[in-house]
């Protein structure tokens, strides 16, 4: 998988929409969508990660940063959101806590 947290994942997401963000606007959006306080060392570490690993671009303005996602993020976006969309509109929604595993092994036996 191309993140390895929801965070970084959510906040790659957040950038595929606005374009490019301040980090404390990153950070209030991301702690809008979540309802909750992030701690800001935690989350500047986040970025850096993905700064590191290719999929954030980071540039100064003034005494901000500002951030966006390289070509190499918005296509883990894009993957993400493919794979997202094929579990959601190809597979029945499961209600009786049962898996497609579980179903499939059933077929089989009969």
């Known amino acids: 998988m191309w993140f390895q ?10 950038l595929y929409d606005a374009g490019e963000l301040r980090g404390q606007k990153l950070k209030t959006r ?3 969508h979540y309802e909750t306080r992030l701690d800001p060392q935690s989350f500047y570490g986040t970025l850096d990660a993905l700064v590191s690993k290719g999929y954030l671009a980071r540039r100064t303005e003034g005494i901000a ?24 509109e190809g597979g029945e ?8 595993a579980a179903d499939a092994n059933a077929d089989a036996t009969e």
């Open 5 to 14: 947290s929801g965070r970084r994942r959510d906040l790659c997401a957040i």
């Open 30 to 32: 991301l702690e809008a």
């Open 65 to 88: 940063d500002v951030y966006e996602l390289t070509d190499r993020g918005a296509a883990g976006v894009e993957a993400h959101y493919d794979w997202l969309t094929e579990r959601v």
């Open 93 to 100: 929604r499961r209600r009786d806590g049962e898996s497609a």
